[in-house]
Each structure stands twice: as structure tokens, then as C-alpha cells.
């Protein structure tokens, strides 16, 4: 890292961070009402607060050993950044060095980079709504983010430390030249290949595919995918890790691409079952957001128009998909984000352009050739491995100690009373009795 | 005195209760039901799963009246609520064998 006596802090830049960050924390509790709204009145308040836990959880593990284990550079290591339990409190003077020094401190740069570790596992609870042990979410949470996470952030997102013209510690997907602008291979196929091992491990709700198991407030959903789709210009935009052209241009890319998402995955629904759905719209802006996300300083905008539309129309033909295999990924996590995050990754190779950045390749319709395209598919495949493996072993050992499956009667009761002592809603008035 | 007991169309609350104000009659209990007959039910989409919603909600009004008064009673609701269009409900009626008015303790046709 470089001691800010070196470099001039670039006030701009650290102004557009320091909100980015922001932005992106409230993508967490936007998530938690996207799913809230999609489960039961039963289960709502577990379902969000699997995400409030991992707010709590990993922000804690981020100041201790996170940041360290991800963005450190000391043990120069292609695989994992530094073991560290310093707690951050070294380097309050220093710039951000990520393959070349920003500057911008680099605290903010480990804020803004927290809050992705936040919302990476918190994505994985919509595949195990209404039937998950709260403490074995949190152990699951805090163990899954310090071997699948920050390992993976290291891989993609961690350029080196760059003193002179040497780089150590290069991230090893990083230096292979795999482009992932912000979070398509680290956050949302980490994210979907996670939830698809969970979904394995503790089975289906009970009824499922025989009771209805409707979403109890599409309000709720549509609140939550606002405030995600609103998150997610820091999310993306935030990524440039500056106030420059690049952030411009990815802000418009991610804009373009949710609202074509939002269109792709109405007109399936309107050919196929012959209406749109509010939460198809509230899936559609998802799905584009996803897969942007790699991509967005990338492409051109018509190309994120193209990326979006088409993540509309693949994420709503594969979320039915689980009725034919026979998995509950209950809210979607494969069928959107896992989804969602391949063809993004992919499509990099085919629409990415030096033309709007230089740091970019040309890919497959720019004359790059299939270079690009190979190196995406490899990146996306070491990544879903890996994160299915390690969640799947992580999730069996879970099970097998501490239980990760609620009781039978506890689930069909409702998750809310039994691990939280609360109901979300007063549902009649005769329930309004009681004393203390 | 009879119970009379109807299940109609929510959005037709309002105008079952304002006719029978109009004819008079300013008590009734209405609750929030909901259930099948001949309107069957209907389907909903939520990301491509099919749901059969076959549990409509309906209101249910009832009222007490005196044997007398029936039949004028049973007019005004079933014209009140009827759109012509199948689940528009049904209305049918009791025989009580007493009725007691909490505040006062009269009882029978006094406490209607």
C-alpha cells in the first residue's frame, strides 16, 4: 500500500467511493425484501433476517481478517492476499494499491469492498427460504466467507500491490486475464453455485409442489428490486474505483441492462403464459443487472441493451428448470444469478470492446477471435466448481453436527415463531390478545 | 324470527347494506369469508408455477328479522347484489328460537 505522503488524495474520487458504498450496503436490505416478499407470511422475518445476520457477521470478519485474506498482498500469493489479524488499524494513512496505486484511502476502498462480501452469501439464503437454522446460517455464513469468499475475491478482484513497475500478489483469475469488472464470477456465480449445493443439502419444504407456496407481498419484491436496481450504480459504477468516463459508462451499461432485463423476461411470460407479471418485471430488471455486472466497463451500451435482453429471456425460461431436476432453489438463486452471471461473464467475450476501454479485449464480433470468450468460460467453470464443492462439503458438515434443517413441525408451524419468537403481521384482529 | 345469512360479492357490500338501511333495517354483522361454488376459481402465474386459486373471498352479511319482514328483506338483498354474472352468492335463512339484546335483556321480537 502506498503512505499517502506519496500520492494526492483525489477528494472527487473519494466522494463518488464513499457513496458507492453506501449504495451498495442498501442492496442487502433491498435484497431482504426482494426475498421477504417472495416466501410466506410464515417465514418473511427469517427470511430477512438472514440477511441482517450476514450485514452483522461479515462486516465483524472483514475488520479482523477479511480485507487481509482478500486485498492483503504480503504472503504474494496468487491464491489467498494475507493471514492477518491486525484489524485494519495500520493502514488509516495509506492509498489503495489494486494493480496500481488509487487515490483514494484505502479504508474506503475495504468499505466498499465489504459490502460486496456482505451481499455475496446473503444471496445464497433465497435458495433455503422457510427451512434454515438461524445459528447454522450464521456459522454457515462465517465459515463459507472466509474459505469460499474472500479466497475468490483474492482470485478475481485482487490485482496485486504495485510498487514501481513489479506487481505482487496478483489474484490468479486476475492474472490470467479473466475480466470481471464487478462480481459476475465472484459475487453471483459464487453466489449461484452456493445456493444450488444448499438447496441440495437441506431438500425441499415441505409441500413442495403440492401446497401453494405463492409470494405473500409482490410489493414487497418490487420495493426490493428497486432499491437493489438503485444499490447497484455503486455496485458497478462504484467499481471504476473513481469519478471518471469508465464509471459513466458503466453507469449507463447497468441502467440499459436491467430495463432490457425487465422486457426479455415480460415478453417470455406474455408468449408463454399470456400475462406480465410484476414479478417477472421485478425478476427481468434482476437477471440484467447480474449480467452486466461483469461486463459493464466492458461493452458498448447497445451491447448491455443486447446482454440485458437476453438475461430476461434466459433467466425466466431457466427458473422452471428446478421442477424438472428436482431441486428447491426456493426464490431462484440458480435461475437467475447463477444464470444471470454465466452468460454475463460469457458475453464478455463476445461484445467486449477496446473501444470504449483501453484495458478491455475485443472479443468474438470485434475480431478478438474466440481468445476472450475461452478465457471467460474457464474462469466461470473454476469459480462454479469450486464454490459447489466446498459449499456442498461445507453444508454436509453443517448438517451432520449442528443440524442445518429446522424440525418438521417447527417448519410447517412457521420458521418466523420458532427461531425468532415473532410474527410479521397482525393478520386478524382476534390474534391481538395476550399479556405478559 | 329468522337468521338470514348472505354471501355476496365483496365489492357488493356497500350497496346490500345501504339498500337495507333504505328499507329500514340499521343492524347486520358482516364478516370476510371466502369459498367455492360454480364460479370456480382462477389461475395464477408466479415465475412460470401455475397456482389454482380455487378459495374465493366473498363477504358474508347476516342479519335478524322478524318472520314478517322476510321475505321483503330477502328482495332488497338479492337485488342489491346481483350482477347477472356466475359467484354473485347465495342468501338463505335460519329459523331462531331466541334472541336476547345484551344492553336492556328484552328478549324475542322486542330485541330485533
Known amino acids: ?436 | 324470527m329468522k337468521l338470514i345469512t348472505a354471501i355476496v360479492k365483496p365489492f357488493k357490500l356497500d350497496a346490500v347494506k345501504d339498500a337495507l338501511n333504505t328499507h329500514g333495517i340499521a343492524g347486520m354483522t358482516v364478516s370476510e369469508v371466502s369459498g367455492m361454488g360454480q364460479q370456480k376459481g382462477h389461475t395464477e402465474v408466479y415465475r412460470g408455477a401455475e397456482y389454482t386459486v380455487n378459495l374465493i373471498p366473498k363477504v358474508r352479511i347476516e342479519l335478524l328479522v322478524n318472520d314478517e319482514e322476510v321475505d321483503a328483506v330477502l328482495d332488497v338483498i338479492v337485488k342489491a347484489a346481483s350482477t347477472g354474472s356466475i359467484g354473485d352468492g347465495k342468501v338463505w335463512t335460519t329459523p331462531v328460537e331466541q334472541v336476547v339484546r345484551v344492553r336492556t335483556g328484552e328478549k324475542g321480537s322486542q330485541a330485533i
Not at chain 1, 178 to 207: P, Q, S
Not at chain 1, 335 to 350: F, K, N, R
Not at chain 1, 400 to 420: M, S, Y
Request: charged share 10%.
Open chain 1, 1 to 436: 500500500m502506498a503512505l499517502m505522503t506519496e500520492t494526492v488524495l483525489n477528494s472527487g474520487d473519494t466522494a463518488w467511493m464513499l457513496a458507492s458504498t453506501a449504495l451498495v450496503l442498501l442492496m442487502t436490505p433491498g435484497l431482504a425484501f426482494f426475498y421477504g416478499g417472495m416466501v410466506r407470511t410464515k417465514s418473511v422475518l427469517n427470511m430477512m433476517m438472514m440477511s441482517f445476520i450476514t450485514i452483522g457477521i461479515v462486516s465483524i470478519l472483514w475488520v479482523i481478517y477479511g480485507f487481509e485474506l482478500a486485498f492483503g498482498y504480503k504472503a504474494d500469493s496468487p491464491w489467498y492476499g494475507n493471514i492477518s489479524f491486525s484489524g485494519l488499524g495500520g493502514m488509516v494513512d495509506e492509498f489503495t494499491n489494486n494493480g496500481g496505486i488509487y487515490p483514494i484511502p484505502v479504508l474506503v476502498f475495504a468499505a466498499f469492498q465489504l459490502m460486496f462480501a456482505i451481499i455475496t452469501p446473503a444471496l445464497i439464503s433465497g435458495a433455503i427460504a422457510d427451512r434454515a437454522k438461524f445459528v447454522s446460517w450464521a456459522v454457515f455464513v462465517a465459515i463459507w466467507s472466509t474459505i469460499v469468499y474472500f479466497p475468490v475475491a483474492h482470485w478475481v478482484f485482487a490485482f496485486g500491490n504495485k510498487v514501481g513497475d513489479t506487481v505482487t500478489g496478483t489474484g490468479f483469475l486476475a492474472g490470467k486475464g479473466l475480466e470481471d469488472f464487478a462480481g459476475g464470477t465472484a459475487v453471483h456465480i459464487n453466489a449461484g453455485a452456493a445456493g444450488l449445493a444448499l438447496a441440495i443439502v437441506l431438500g425441499k419444504r415441505v409441500g413442495w409442489r403440492k401446497e401453494s407456496m405463492r409470494p405473500h407481498s409482490l410489493p414487497l419484491v418490487l420495493l426490493g428490486s428497486g432499491l437493489l436496481w438503485f444499490g447497484w450504480f455503486g455496485f458497478n459504477a462504484g467499481s471504476a474505483l473513481a469519478a471518471n468516463g469508465i464509471a459513466g459508462l458503466v453507469l449507463m451499461n447497468t441502467q440499459v441492462a436491467a430495463a432490457a432485463g425487465v422486457l426479455g423476461w415480460l415478453f417470455v411470460e406474455r408468449v408463454r403464459n399470456g400475462h406480465a407479471t410484476s414479478l417477472g418485471a421485478a425478476s427481468g430488471a434482476i437477471s440484467g443487472l447480474v449480467a452486466i455486472t461483469p461486463a459493464c466497463a466492458f461493452v458498448a451500451p447497445w451491447a448491455a441493451v443486447v446482454i440485458g435482453l437476453f438475461a430476461g429471456i434466459f433467466c425466466a425460461l431457466a427458473v422452471s428448470l428446478k421442477y424438472r431436476f428436482g431441486f428447491d432453489d426456493s426464490l431462484d438463486v440458480v435461475g437467475v444469478h447463477l444464470v444471470a452471471g454465466v452468460w454475463g461473464s460469457l458475453a464478455i467475450g463476445l461484445f467486449g470492446t477496446q473501444a470504449v476501454n483501453s484495458i478491455g479485449v475485443n472479443g468474438l464480433l470485434y475480431g478478438g477471435g474466440t481468445r476472450l470468450l475461452i478465457m471467460q468460460a474457464w474462469g466461470v467453470g473454476i469459480v462454479a466448481a469450486y464454490s459447489f464443492v466446498v459449499t456442498l462439503i461445507l453444508g454436509f458438515a453443517i448438517e451432520k453436527t449442528i443440524g442445518f434443517r429446522v424440525d418438521l413441525d417447527k417448519e410447517i408451524e412457521g420458521i418466523d415463531l420458532n427461531e425468532h419468537a415473532e410474527s410479521a403481521y397482525e393478520l386478524s384482529s382476534s390474534s391481538r390478545g395476550g399479556s405478559f
